[in-house]
Structures are given as C-alpha cells and as structure tokens.
T-cell receptor
Framework: GAGVSQSPRYKVAKRGQDVALRCDPI?????LFWYQQALGQGPEFLTY????????KSGLPSDRFFAERPEGSVSTLKIQRTQQEDSAVYLC??????????????FGQGTRLTVV | GENVEQHPSTLSVQEGDSAVIKCTYS??????FPWYKQELGKRPQLIID?????GEKKDQRIAVTLNKTAKHFSLHITETQPEDSAVYFC??????????FGPGTRLSVLP
C-alpha cells in the first residue's frame, strides 16, 4: 500500500496562530513517531504512539505542542500560538511494531511549517 | 538518555571511491541501528540497518559494521556514484522505540 502520508506539505502561519498537522501512517503500523527537523540538522524526537496510547512525549518542547492518535491510525500534531522558533519540517514515521529490535521505521515527506 | 554523535559532518569523495561515516552512541541498551539517506527537500529513506546481535551487514555497495563494546557503528559505501550525494543520518534505538538521530553527514560525490 501507500507509504506514510503527511498533510499539508507546506504551511505558513502567522505568529500566534494555531496549526494542525496530519499524519496517515502505513496501514497496520502500530508505532507512530513525530519528529522536528530544523534546517541542516537531524530529526529531533517529539513523541511516540503505540496504537492510540501516547507512550512517550518527552520531546515535546512546550505545552503548546499536543499530539493525538485517537483511533490508533491517523495522528495529528497540534501547535498552539505558534512562534517563529517553531518553524521547521515536522516528520512523521511509522513502524509495524515495537518491543523488538529491527522494526523498520518509514518516514513521511514531512510538513514544512513557516511561522511569520 | 541516548546521545548519538556522527562524523564527519561533510565528506567529499571522487566518483568510484569509498565513503565511510562513523557514529557513536551512549546507551548500551540500544539494540537497533538504522541509516537513512535524505536528499534535499525529501523524506529520510531507510537504506540499511543492523541489530545488536550482528557485527556486519552488507547490501550491494552499502555495508554497516557495529562494535557493541566500543558503542560505535559505521556506514561504508563503495564505488560511489553521483546519485549517492545526500545527507546521511545514523540513528540508535532500543527495541524500535524512540529513535535518536545523529546530526547528519553531507556526502558529495564529485564526478
């Protein structure tokens, strides 16, 4: 089937605006990850779901960031009151399972957020 | 928590030569080490991975080696081609959970 799909591809937000970024993981993938990638840097972990359970949100930079995956499939990353430092590419990845090594994670094409 | 370092940050090689990128990790519990290739404006793509119970893995021109004792792993690309030019990221994970990425290596293959 299709790979990990993210929408929108590009988002321009005015400072203070709320945004919602969507991730459609590969069908059947249990684990879902959100990453933030600043220009010229590696992906930085934000949060991780196993099915609908958010097992790790230690990477979320502030309480303005919120992620959910209510039915264990599609996930939404919401950023409230956006700031200029939130400008980055937000990457979603999914993998079939967790709890075992070698579970390959596949990335979506990302959403490039620009806060002006 | 886990910390992954990666060297060099940039690497230029002549077409046909080999390229080696090295990563170190800090958490001895890490047991899965993937490598991703990211072209400009595109998604990271998994190119090879290795588990902690294996010392080396090869896939055509790409190979990865792992030294668990020293906590380092390396990517080797032989017979480089211009299309190998990209940014390469290593990562470390425990049981497929939180993947911690290195800062990346920009590889340029010169024709």
């Amino acid at each position: 089937g299709a790979g990990v799909s993210q929408s929108p591809r590009y988002k321009v937000a005015k400072r203070g605006q709320d945004v919602a970024l969507r991730c459609d993981p590969i069908s059947g993938h249990v684990s879902l990850f959100w990453y933030q990638q600043a220009l010229g840097q590696g992906p930085e972990f934000l949060t991780y779901f196993q099915n609908e359970a958010q097992l790790d949100k230690s990477g979320l930079p502030s309480d303005r960031f919120f992620a959910e995956r209510p039915e264990g499939s599609v996930s939404t990353l919401k950023i409230q009151r956006t700031q200029q430092e939130d400008s980055a590419v937000y990457l979603c990845a999914s993998s079939y399972d967790q709890g075992a090594p070698g579970r390959k994670a596949f990335f979506g094409q990302g959403t490039r957020l620009t806060v002006v | 928590g886990e910390n992954v370092e990666q060297h060099p940050s940039t690497l230029s090689v002549q077409e046909g030569d080999s390229a080696v990128i090295k990563c170190t990790y800090s958490d001895s519990a890490s047991n899965y080490f993937p490598w991703y290739k990211q072209e400009l404006g595109k998604r990271p793509q998994l190119i090879i991975d290795i588990r902690s119970n294996v010392g080396e893995k090869k896939d055509q021109r790409i190979a990865v080696t792992l030294n668990k004792t020293a906590k380092h792993f390396s990517l080797h690309i032989t017979e480089t081609q211009p299309e190998d030019s990209a940014v390469y990221f290593c990562a470390a994970s425990t049981d497929g959970q939180n993947f911690v990425f290195g800062p990346g290596t920009r590889l340029s293959v010169l024709p």
